[in-house]
């Protein structure tokens, strides 16, 4: 095991956005209610948009409990989510702040994207997918994250400047040398 290497690597357990062919795999450990996690998701988004064949996005779950309070709840609201094929609308409506993250407001949104409501209330009261998680906060810490959002772009931690002019630029770079 190497700190500040992806451990483990990319694979079908994973929330992934993107082709698997992409050049550019950035992989971000983050949290919901983290204020620099929150204006990552539109950075993101316009790069999956403008580059979509050479760019692959992986968000995995590392909530900060001892700062965030709601922090653990919202990971565990968009693992239920995810479980009926909903992960990143909810992902994105936490990021944006559209749906609160609150009890009432997490239910808000499960609602609004029609989810299976006795199902995901008792997958997130019972924390079934906790153990999920939890194996997230694991690799993270494991790969050398400490706060969030820790980039890794290929495999390797990033610790880069994380603006969209920035990525986008590392992108075209990469691509370009891969051909």
């Known amino acids: 095991m190497n700190k500040d290497e992806l451990t483990p690597p990319v694979s079908e357990l994973d929330h ?3 082709p698997s062919s992409a050049a550019v795999t950035l992989v971000q450990y983050g949290d919901y209610e983290c204020p620099f996690t929150i204006p990552s998701h539109w950075q993101i ?3 999956l948009k403008n580059f979509p064949k050479q760019f692959r996005f992986v968000f995995r779950q590392f909530p ?3 700062k965030h309070r709601f922090a653990m709840r919202a990971a565990e609201s968009t693992e239920a989510a995810g479980a009926q094929g909903k992960f990143w609308e909810m992902h994105s409506g936490f990021l944006t702040q559209k749906y609160h993250l609150g009890w009432e407001g997490i239910l808000d949104g499960a609602r609004a994207l029609d989810l299976d409501l006795p199902r995901f209330e008792s997958e997130v009261l019972d924390h079934v997918h906790r153990p999920r998680i939890q194996e997230h906060i694991n690799s993270g810490i494991r790969s050398g994250v400490a706060s969030t959002p820790s980039y890794f772009l290929n495999g390797a931690y990033y610790d880069g400047p ?3 002019d ?8 990469i691509s370009n ?3």
Do not use: C, M, P, T
């Open 45 to 47: 988004e316009l790069l």
């Open 166 to 173: 920035d990525f986008a630029k590392l992108i075209e770079e």
């Open 64 to 66: 900060l409990v001892r």
């Open 16 to 18: 992934v956005k993107g």
């Open 177 to 179: 040398s891969k051909k």
């Open 162 to 164: 994380d603006q969209y």
